[in-house]
């Protein structure tokens, strides 16, 4: 066990029994949405998983501690925070770890932390990836190089739909990186279902995507894959409804020279407020949806030996 990582013992035990575990992401809680829809989501999150068969372990960095499985009281702090919670990708864990910090990961930070851990699922909501104009600013997400590294499959959305998603894929196909579809043959689009863009593999069922997994990883193949989950009819909005909210909000982003690690979470809220919410509600929707497969495929993973 790595001397800076905590597990909570619910999750510990899980893991020593081959029970299936699934990781979630602490920005969504800090910096994804407001108090106190934030902690509602945490705690529905964590429900869904138990639901559907598996441990949910949160992740976060709490008093410079690696953490995988989080409390009640734990998520309740990290909601009340908010913003004032660091934002924590790879670069960032060893400076906060060392000045004993609290951290909200990001997609790769989680990644990081639960292969630590040796949970090998995580369920978030999107992505992140090739920004737009990054052939200027070269603004490329972390999440992509983790993707490449690290042995996690990430359920999600696909991409956060502020980005460029022809991009993104092309990035990921050049590290290697297999983009599932589950249940389509199209890039979700985090708000929408569809984007697009063609992807080459489709599964349909927990136990074929169980069966890609333990494939790969028992060939020795490294790094991750993303099982790209589409948003619910139900949940899904307009294309040219939120393509409008994010041209504006990248409007302002540039207005308000937003670069960095502050540029999705500027995005999300604009989003938010100019869809008058409704992305908000997606975005809670789309991440339950995940949460959900992501439990089914670790089960399917278990009782497949691991």
Not at 104 to 133: K, N, P, Q, S
Not at 180 to 198: C, H, I, K
Not at 224 to 249: C, H, K, L, T, Y
Request: hydrophobic share 45%; glycine share 10%.
């Amino acid at each position: 066990m790595n001397e800076y990582l905590d597990v909570s013992s619910e999750v510990r035990e899980a893991l020593d029994a081959g029970r299936p575990v699934v990781a979630l992401e602490s920005t969504i809680i800090s910096h994804g949405m407001p108090y106190p829809q934030n902690r509602e989501t945490a705690f529905a999150v964590q429900r869904t998983v138990r639901e559907n068969g598996a441990i949910p372990a949160t992740i976060a960095v709490l008093a410079g501690r690696l953490k995988a499985g989080l409390s009640e009281a734990e998520i309740e702090q990290l909601a009340r925070k908010g913003r004032e919670v660091t934002k924590v990708s790879r670069r960032d864990l060893p400076f906060v770890v060392a000045r004993r910090g609290d951290g909200a990961t990001t997609v790769a930070g989680t990644m990081i932390v639960a292969a630590l851990a040796g949970i090998r699922f995580f369920a978030t909501g999107g992505i992140g990836g090739v920004h737009r104009g990054a052939e200027r600013s070269f603004d490329v997400s972390a999440d992509l190089e983790e993707l490449a590294a690290t042995e996690v499959a990430v359920i999600c959305a696909g991409a956060k739909s502020i980005l460029d998603l022809g991009l993104t894929l092309e990035y990921l196909e050049t590290r290697g990186v297999p983009v599932v579809g589950y249940g389509t043959d199209e890039l979700p689009a985090f708000y929408s279902r569809s984007s697009g863009f063609p992807l080459e593999y489709r599964l349909d069922s927990p136990q074929e995507v169980a069966e890609m997994l333990r494939a790969k990883w028992h060939i020795g193949l490294t790094g991750g894959a993303i099982i790209a989950n589409p948003i619910s009819e139900e949940f899904a909005m307009d294309p040219a409804v939120i393509n409008r909210a994010i041209d504006q909000a990248l409007r302002e982003a540039e207005e308000h020279r937003v670069k960095g690690k502050e540029m999705t979470p500027f995005l999300l809220a604009r989003i938010v407020e100019i869809t008058g919410g409704d992305s908000l509600a997606s975005n809670i929707a789309l991440v339950l949806s995940n949460a959900a497969l992501a439990a089914r495929i670790a089960v399917a993973y278990a009782a497949g030996g691991g």
